[in-house]
């Protein structure tokens, strides 16, 4: 009777590490970014930046807002380095383009002063959340050195590499 009982315990608790690995497995194919999307949106927005003629600092982010990639392009603002990285980590927290979660943490807005959680948020624009084919967030990329509208348009590109 007891070989049974412990026979049984056994199998319940192979079939529940089967079951609890699968599922983990699972979840980090669907939905977060591969090292390789991750290096070609970081070349897809370093070509853009080129296009531009400005030099920036540029990171991807995974699904867990962990720094997957990242490119500092020579004399960049070092400064800036930290920026592309908040703006990544930023817009994946809340899968919003920085730009936009910006719109809402002004003075009287519904999350004023939210950029100071979190270690630190960036507020304006440079950072997009990364969809697959699905439309699925899997990252986020963060861009800074220009204009905040070349940050946008830099990352924009990096974003949508993927899936083009």
Do not use: C, W
């Not at 007891?2 to 608790?13: A, D, P, R, V």
């Not at 603002?77 to 990285?85: E, N, Q």
């Not at 908040?86 to 943490?105: E, H, Q, V």
């Amino acid at each position: 009777m007891k070989t049974k009982i412990s026979i049984s315990k056994s199998i319940t608790s192979l079939l529940l590490l089967i079951l609890i690995n699968t599922g983990v497995v699972y979840a980090q194919t669907s939905t977060d970014i591969s090292h390789e999307d991750a290096l070609k949106a970081v070349l897809a927005a370093k070509e853009k930046a080129e296009q531009l003629d400005v030099l920036v600092n540029i990171a991807v982010v995974d699904a867990g807002a962990n720094l997957k990639a990242f490119i500092r392009m020579d004399d960049s603002f070092l400064g800036s380095i930290d920026v592309a990285i908040k703006k990544a980590k930023t817009s994946r927290y809340f899968d919003i383009n920085t730009g936009d979660l910006g719109k809402l943490t002004q003075p009287g807005g519904i999350i004023y002063n939210i950029e100071l959680s979190n270690d630190g948020l960036v507020t304006f624009p440079g950072g997009v959340p990364i969809k697959n084919e699905n439309g699925k967030i899997i990252g986020a990329i963060g861009v800074s050195g220009g204009t905040i509208e070349q940050d946008h348009d830099i990352a924009s590109v990096g974003a949508n590499a993927i899936i083009e």
